[in-house]
């Protein structure tokens, strides 16, 4: 009788492993199941003593012979990976064999990251390795989800079916992070171009205004002499001690703003404080807390349904939902399902979710559809987002004009208020 080595999670929890002998898969997956056990994978032992080392020796000869012309750099981007994905899914659902499969798409990508690591996953599956064990080697490419999802299709002998439920996921991931995108660009590059074009005045026109205001002897009012001194100081000739002009800050502040962020993001603390704080902010927040909302559903509603266990999906959905707000309540929803409570009970606690998710949840959880109800949640979110986007447009172009025609009326105030003194004393001086 074959032995099958398992993972699998317990009712604490916690992740197990070992092997058992059964007749078949199916078989283990009970024998598991019966000792109170969630299978996460199984496979069947079919390589031990001298077979194990004699196969050893000939991967270990392979990624010897490849590895001199291995060299890429870069990260995957997830444009090519769901590519990968759906093409994998439709060469298993037309019957190919998976190593011959994963050989065709590595043979057709180009030098890069993505070919590289198709390389080391063909090597492993052509050593006896399952398919997810294999991609897990490689987590830069694939990640936790990503395994998780290929192992349950594995084991459910459904992987074409898991990797197009799969592809689908990152696909609607794309589409909405590309909307969002988007619809930043404009108003990026419109404050851009308009600091751009401040600074310009400030560096070059306004100091040839105070050259004619020091011929004419005229007196500044206040609002020049700060205008003046802010063009010093852009210019990088407000004092001596000035080593760096003021334009190269402004100029260069965005890529110092966004290192700083990322900094302060790399501590737990900083995280956590930065993503409360952004959920706070109006229209902002809003639009950020829909996009969290609408990732986490439909990643434990695909998780699921591709038959990962709920406690393992919550985990895998905490980890991948990017917020710390978000973590903190599936943290939550993980203890209470192992405690035996319900799934929509922390949830509607931690109000970080609308009352109607919560309460598509708890009927979800009545009728046994949770991950039909996920489903839905995310896409009903998703054209949600699509609204937030538009409202943030909507705000952001009167708001944009308002702050640069202020702008504008400042600079003209304080380069026409002189020149205006300097007109009635000319005209004073011709009357006498």
Same mark, same amino acid.
């Given at each position: *009788?074959?032995?099958?080595?398992?993972?699998?999670?317990?009712?604490?929890?916690?992740?197990?492993?070992?092997?058992?002998?059964?007749?078949?898969?199916?078989?283990?997956?009970?024998?598991?199941?019966?000792?109170?056990?969630?299978?996460?994978?199984?496979?069947?032992?079919?390589?031990?003593?001298?077979?194990?080392?004699?196969?050893?020796?000939?991967?270990?000869? =392979?990624? =010897?012979?490849?590895?001199?012309?291995?060299?890429?750099?870069?990260?995957?981007?997830?444009?090519?990976?769901?590519?990968?994905?759906?093409?994998?899914?439709?060469?298993?659902?037309?019957?190919?064999?998976?190593?011959?499969?994963?050989?065709?798409?590595?043979?057709?990508?180009?030098?890069?990251?993505?070919?590289?690591?198709?390389?080391?996953?063909?090597?492993?599956?052509?050593?006896?390795?399952?398919?997810?064990?294999?991609?897990? =080697?490689?987590?830069?490419?694939?990640?936790?989800?990503?395994?998780?999802?290929?192992?349950?299709?594995?084991?459910?002998?459904?992987?074409?079916?898991?990797?197009?439920?799969?592809?689908?996921?990152?696909?609607?991931?794309?589409?909405?992070?590309?909307?969002?995108?988007?619809?930043?660009?404009?108003?990026?590059?419109?404050?851009?171009?308009?600091?751009?074009?401040?600074?310009?005045?400030?560096?070059?026109?306004?100091?040839?205004?105070?050259?004619?205001?020091?011929?004419?002897?005229?007196?500044?009012?206040?609002?020049?002499?700060?205008?003046?001194?802010?063009?010093?100081?852009?210019?990088?000739?407000?004092?001596?001690?000035?080593?760096?002009?003021?334009?190269?800050?402004?100029?260069?502040?965005?890529?110092?703003?966004?290192?700083?962020?990322?900094?302060?993001?790399?501590?737990?603390?900083?995280?956590?404080?930065?993503?409360?704080?952004?959920?706070?902010?109006?229209?902002?927040?809003?639009?950020?807390?829909?996009?969290?909302?609408?990732?986490?559903?439909?990643?434990?509603?695909?998780?699921?349904?591709?038959?990962?266990?709920?406690?393992?999906?919550?985990?895998?959905?905490?980890?991948?939902?990017?917020?710390?707000?978000?973590?903190?309540?599936?943290?939550?929803?993980?203890?209470?399902?192992?405690?035996?409570?319900?799934?929509?009970?922390?949830?509607?606690?931690?109000?970080?979710?609308?009352?109607?998710?919560?309460? *598509?949840?708890?009927?979800?959880?009545?009728?046994?559809?949770?991950?039909?109800?996920?489903?839905?949640?995310?896409?009903?979110?998703?054209?949600?987002?699509?609204?937030?986007?538009?409202?943030?447009?909507?705000?952001?172009?009167?708001?944009?004009?308002?702050?640069?025609?202020?702008?504008?009326?400042?600079?003209?105030?304080?380069?026409?208020?002189?020149?205006?003194?300097?007109?009635?004393?000319?005209?004073?001086?011709?009357?006498?």
């Amino acid at each position: *009788m074959p032995n099958y080595a398992y993972d699998a999670v317990n009712n604490a929890g916690k992740k197990t492993s070992g092997t058992m002998e059964a007749a078949s898969a199916d078989e283990a997956l009970k024998k598991i199941r019966a000792q109170g056990l969630f299978p996460s994978g199984v496979k069947e032992q079919k390589i031990t003593g001298n077979a194990a080392a004699t196969k050893g020796k000939v991967r270990d000869g =392979k990624k =010897k012979k490849k590895g001199g012309f291995n060299i890429s750099f870069g990260g995957v981007s997830t444009k090519n990976l769901t590519l990968f994905t759906r093409q994998l899914s439709t060469l298993q659902d037309a019957g190919l064999p998976l190593l011959r499969s994963m050989q065709i798409l590595e043979s057709q990508q180009r030098p890069g990251a993505l070919k590289t690591t198709l390389q080391g996953v063909c090597e492993e599956v052509e050593a006896g390795t399952s398919l997810s064990d294999s991609m897990a =080697k490689f987590p830069k490419c694939f990640d936790r989800l990503y395994t998780k999802m290929v192992a349950a299709g594995e084991v459910g002998g459904v992987l074409d079916v898991i990797l197009q439920r799969l592809a689908e996921f990152m696909e609607k991931g794309q589409r909405l992070k590309r909307r969002i995108i988007g619809a930043m660009i404009y108003p990026t590059v419109v404050i851009f171009i308009a600091v751009a074009i401040v600074t310009g005045i400030m560096y070059f026109v306004i100091p040839k205004f105070q050259e004619i205001f020091e011929d004419f002897d005229v007196k500044l009012p206040d609002l020049t002499i700060f205008m003046i001194a802010a063009s010093k100081w852009v210019a990088g000739t407000s004092t001596k001690d000035q080593v760096v002009p003021g334009a190269i800050w402004v100029l260069c502040s965005p890529v110092l703003i966004f290192l700083f962020f990322k900094l302060v993001r790399k501590t737990g603390t900083g995280k956590a404080w930065t993503d409360i704080i952004v959920l706070k902010i109006p229209v902002v927040g809003t639009l950020i807390k829909k996009t969290a909302v609408a990732r986490f559903t439909r990643t434990l509603g695909t998780l699921i349904s591709a038959g990962v266990p709920i406690l393992e999906a919550i985990l895998i959905t905490r980890d991948t939902s990017g917020n710390y707000v978000f973590e903190r309540a599936l943290g939550k929803v993980h203890d209470s399902i192992r405690e035996g409570e319900t799934f929509a009970g922390p949830l509607r606690e931690s109000k970080v979710c609308d009352a109607i998710v919560v309460n *598509m949840i708890d009927v979800g959880e009545e009728t046994g559809d949770l991950d039909v109800m996920l489903m839905k949640i995310a896409d009903n979110y998703d054209e949600e987002v699509d609204v937030a986007v538009a409202s943030l447009l909507s705000l952001l172009e009167p708001f944009m004009v308002v702050i640069l025609g202020g702008i504008v009326l400042v600079i003209v105030l304080a380069l026409f208020l002189p020149l205006v003194s300097m007109i009635e004393s000319v005209s004073n001086t011709s009357k006498k």
